[in-house]
């Protein structure tokens, strides 16, 4: 029998609002290392998923060095390294900062942005938001007020398309098809108008906005302010600075990523569950024709010539990586869970490998997590299957304007049915 467990245990993160911390984050970096049943844990920071050839180069040479040997893709496109070894935070510290991944120590943690992958591939884009994200990642090293964001504070640019629009950024740039960008704030429907060329300070005030304010919260949305006042505090701290705006109604964004296979002059390609060896990582850097866009979706896009489009997706999808656009993999993601989470009641990805054909062609995606933290779990409408305390797995349905469907089952053998008695 499965214990009880509430479905207000399942809420959205979205619901966690007006809430009061009484300590700093504990999100891990390069130079806070996590400890987990596997080893020591490093998150990099990898600003709009860009790595080029080199970084790449060096840190699967770091992870085969110090760690367990894999890279694991976060849902903020950054990466994971694991089962790293007691006392080597200071030659992991070096060898990133010596290629460029250590910009700043002050300001390792709070580097969280993710930009439109395809921007500027495949023709779509509004405007090419790699200018943004390079003077935002500048702008954000340069502030000494921006150290104290916490690790959990996200940044988003998009280049109109409305794909990391709908992320639940703390602050979100888009760019609008009058040549403008908008400027979102959390989860907020009212926006602000500016300048395309204002949008990385832009981005940066409002952030600096927020400190101001946060008094031991770390997100936007948790913020104990009426209605649309978050956002006329961040109007008047433009204006003082001199960035016109006006406010406006906020357009929706999406919470879905390039589908895997040729887009444009690149290529998307989708990585089972975020967990790359090494050699799959070789792949892909052999691939690439100057750099690695990581994205928030357990995927990878690769600039590459579109004569080598053919040769180079069958070469990568030998390695074990998604090529095909029909793949359920996309729609199937897990936390770590055990071994290497103490917390963790199960070992979910490989009862999500297992199990990934009842998944089907149709339906919403699913999101299986050992305990109620559900670490990593997507934004968007799914289904959430979560290790229950007394074992087997609960079940729940998360979709925006619905009250969740709940259902258990023993065996995660038997999802199939599961599936069937949620979505009926």
């Given amino acids: 029998m499965l214990a009880a467990m509430s479905t207000a245990d399942l809420r959205s993160s979205s619901q966690a609002i007006a809430a009061t911390r009484d300590r700093g984050d504990a999100c891990p970096g390069t130079l806070r290392l996590h400890a987990a049943d596997d080893g020591a844990l490093a998150r990099i920071r990898v600003p709009g998923g860009v790595l080029t050839v080199p970084q790449a180069e060096t840190l699967v040479d770091v992870a085969e060095r110090l760690g367990d040997g894999e890279l694991h ?17 200071g030659e992991l510290a070096e060898l990133l900062d010596a290629t460029g991944l250590l910009p700043s120590r002050g300001h390792e943690r709070v580097r969280n942005i993710v930009a439109s992958p395809l921007s500027g591939l495949d023709g779509q884009s509004l405007l090419d938001v790699r200018p943004w994200l390079t003077a935002l990642d500048a702008a954000l090293c340069a502030s000494e007020a921006a150290q104290a964001l916490s690790g959990r504070f996200l940044f988003a640019l998009d280049d109109g398309r409305g794909d990391v629009a709908g992320l639940g950024a703390d602050v979100t740039v888009r760019a609008t098809a009058d040549g403008g960008a908008e400027l979102g704030l959390g989860s907020g429907d009212d926006a602000l108008r500016i300048a395309a060329e204002e949008a990385p300070r832009a981005a940066l005030v409002a952030a600096e ?101 053919v040769e180079a997706l069958a070469r990568l999808a030998t390695a074990g990586l998604v090529t095909d656009p029909g793949s359920l993999w996309p729609r199937i993601g897990a936390c770590i869970g055990r071994p290497g989470c103490a917390k963790s009641r199960a070992d979910v990805q490989a009862d999500a490998t297992e199990t990934r054909e009842a998944v089907g062609p149709g339906g919403l995606p699913l999101y299986w997590s050992g ?22 797995y609960l079940l729940s349905t998360a979709v925006s304007g619905q009250e969740p469907r709940t259902t258990t089952m023993d065996h995660p053998f038997r999802l199939a049915d599961a599936l069937v008695a949620i979505t009926a």
């Fill in 73 to 89: 893709l976060t849902s903020r496109g950054n990466v994971q390294l694991r089962g790293l070894g007691d006392g080597c935070g």
């Fill in 209 to 309: 906005t927020f400190l101001d304010r946060a008094q031991g919260v770390w997100r936007v949305d948790e913020l104990a302010l009426p209605e649309g006042e978050f956002v006329d505090l961040v109007a008047r701290r433009l204006a003082d600075e001199g960035i016109g705006h006006e406010r406006c109604a906020r357009n929706p964004g999406r919470t879905d990523g390039p589908p895997p296979g040729a887009v444009g002059t690149g290529l998307s390609v989708h990585v089972p569950l975020g967990r790359l060896t090494g050699r799959q990582w070789r792949e892909l850097i052999g691939t690439a024709a100057d750099e690695m866009r990581l994205t928030p979706w357990s995927g990878v896009v690769l600039p590459t010539p579109r004569a080598q489009a």
């Fill in 371 to 392: 305990c109620e933290r559900r670490c990593g779990r997507p934004r968007g409408d799914r289904i959430d299957v979560v290790a229950a305390p007394g074992g087997g």
